[in-house]
């Protein structure tokens, strides 16, 4: 479950930090999903987004910053 929320996040901050559109995000949760249940196999969504070429290896390094930055408060 824990994975679940990063990957959340994860999406929701890229984002908010406005990465990445709304469609985007949710073009790469179906892939996601789709996959999870044809495959049983995950995938973070950053690799999905960073794939599709809709964020870049520097913006996911920020966005985890974002996410780690948010935990220690």
């Known amino acids: ?9 994860f999406g929701i901050i890229a984002r908010e930090m406005e990465f ?4 985007q995000l949710v073009e790469a949760l179906k892939i ?3 996959e ?3 495959n049983k196999k995950h995938r973070p ?3 999905i987004l960073l794939e599709k070429r809709y964020i870049t290896s520097k ?5 985890i ?3 780690m930055k948010k935990k220690s408060e």
């Open 59 to 63: 913006q996911i390094e920020e966005v």
């Open 36 to 38: 999870e249940v044809e």
């Open 20 to 23: 990445i559109t709304a469609e």
């Open 32 to 34: 996601q999903v789709m």
């Open 45 to 47: 969504i950053g690799t």
């Open 1 to 9: 479950m824990k994975v679940e929320h990063v990957e959340l996040r």
């Open 65 to 67: 910053l974002n996410i």
